[in-house]
């Protein structure tokens, strides 16, 4: 089994806007489907709560890692962390990169989330089977939110 999921998408919009989308913590949550409480700030951590019709009930938290304008903007985060009941505090988290590059129709995003291998043996393969479809959701919903 792999370490990571990759994903890539070319937007028809310029870096500078998908930038925007990616770290301004309004527009991030608009289509990302989350509530955010604080603005990404490197080294700090962003709390919230999820949105997305059937998870509103869960919270949302990342640790931003860098914001290098306008090409590399990552956060560390546990992934398919959904029990309510469970503190996944002692759990290494995923890294989350996004990387910006200009292309002819706009911007080229690749995702990727890697770090899977220190996910606990007994969640892992379905945190990746989730958040797997989850970036292609994802991918959909930066897209619709760029383009339109």
């Not at 002692?90 to 690749?110: D, K, M, Q, S, W």
């Not at 995702?111 to 291998?117: A, Y």
Request: aromatic share 10%; glycine share 6%; hydrophobic share 40%.
């Amino acid at each position: 089994m792999s370490d990571r999921i990759e994903k890539r998408i070319a937007l028809r919009a310029p870096v500078e806007r998908v930038w925007r989308a990616l770290t301004d913590p309004v527009e991030f949550g608009q289509w990302f489907r989350v509530k955010l409480d604080d603005p990404f700030v490197p080294g700090q951590a962003v709390r919230g709560h999820i949105t997305h019709p059937g998870y509103e009930h869960l919270k949302w938290e990342a640790t931003v890692v860098a914001m290098e304008a306008p090409r590399l903007f990552s956060f560390t985060w546990h992934p398919y962390a959904v029990d309510p009941q469970v503190d996944y505090g002692a759990e290494t988290p995923t890294l989350v990169e996004f990387r910006l590059t200009p292309a002819p129709e706009g911007t080229a995003l690749t995702i990727v989330e890697s770090g899977f291998d220190a996910v606990p043996a007994h969640r892992r393969e379905e945190a990746m089977r989730m958040n797997d479809g989850g970036w292609t959701q994802q991918t959909g919903n930066i897209r619709a939110h760029v383009e339109s």
